[in-house]
């Protein structure tokens, strides 16, 4: 049985830890999202069963695509790659469509990776999509589910 934990830092908790075994996987319906002129497929996490499985176990990404996570308030959200065999990059979005940072993340560890900032939602791709797209900090995104 795979497990996987999603840590959340917020307002109305100082940490809370979730575990969850053998969930469900996101939608399998991708959403068109667009980053300066550059669409992306993601598949949407919205559910907490979602979110807490994500791309575990998965050994392909297709180029233009990832995974959308959505929270339904913002927060310091943080993520790891545990029974994750492929590597991520990671961009973390405030709840006006923002990137607030971004972050590389290394196959199968138990490395945090948090925003510096409350975010509202968080894009998974392929590691190294962001910069060969030219990505920055402060680009929006849009097409985000509200």
């Given amino acids: 049985m795979r497990c996987s934990a999603l840590i959340e830092i917020g307002r109305h908790s100082p940490l809370a830890l979730v575990f969850a075994c053998g969930v469900a996987s996101a939608s ?3 959403l068109p999202l667009t980053i300066s002129g550059q669409t992306i497929r993601v598949e949407v996490a919205n559910t907490p069963q979602q979110r807490q499985q ?8 297709p180029a233009d695509s990832g995974m959308l996570f959505v929270f339904d308030m ?4 943080c993520f790891w790659m545990r029974d994750t065999p492929l590597p991520l990059s990671i961009a973390f979005i405030d709840a006006a469509g923002r990137i607030a940072g971004f972050a590389d993340m290394q196959p199968r560890t138990d490395t945090l990776h948090c925003p510096n900032t409350e975010v509202r ?5 392929s590691q190294g999509s ?6 920055r900090s402060g680009a929006r995104i849009q097409g985000l589910p509200r």
């Avoid at 994500?54 to 990404?61: P, Q």
């Avoid at 913002?74 to 959200?77: L, Y």
């Avoid at 939602?121 to 791709?125: C, H, N, P, Q, R």
């Fill in 130 to 135: 962001f910069l060969r797209q030219g990505l």
């Fill in 74 to 77: 913002p927060g310091r959200h």
């Fill in 121 to 125: 939602y968080a894009l998974e791709v």
């Fill in 28 to 30: 399998e319906a991708r």
């Fill in 54 to 61: 994500g791309l575990m176990g998965r050994t392909h990404l």
